[in-house]
């Protein structure tokens, strides 16, 4: 299954920083979802881009996470030759990350 059955995100920047939030869909997701969704995983999954650290920021009540990528923009908005530069696109491929299914929910 893709992390986009359980949930969605946003982006944002700032300079070569990009902000890549994901949202359980329905919150009894959410602690499953912080089992898996390691930085460490975040950062294999997106390996190409990101460069620098990643950390991620919880927020249980709202079911989410926000993720800050550094170095993940090729220099930032005014510097960077990428076609994406803002990053936009990044929430669509953490989003194609695969995972297993929950224990016990056949979602």
């Known amino acids: 299954m893709k992390l986009r059955e359980l ?3 946003r982006t944002g920047d700032k300079g070569n920083t990009l ?3 994901v949202i359980c869909y329905d919150g009894k997701h959410y602690p499953y979802l912080h089992t898996i ?3 460490e995983r975040v950062k294999a999954h997106l390996a190409d881009v990101v460069r620098g650290d990643v950390v991620r920021y919880e927020l249980p009540l709202l079911g ?4 800050v990528l550094g170095h993940a923009l ?5 510097r960077s030759l990428a076609l ?8 669509s491929a953490l989003l194609d990350m695969d995972i297993g299914e ?3 929910d056949a979602s």
């Open 7 to 9: 949930a969605h995100g």
């Open 19 to 21: 902000n890549v939030s």
């Open 37 to 39: 969704l390691t930085p």
């Open 64 to 67: 989410a996470f926000n993720f």
């Open 74 to 78: 090729g220099g930032g908005v005014t």
């Open 84 to 91: 994406d530069a803002h990053g936009k696109s990044m929430s």
């Open 102 to 104: 929950p224990p016990g």
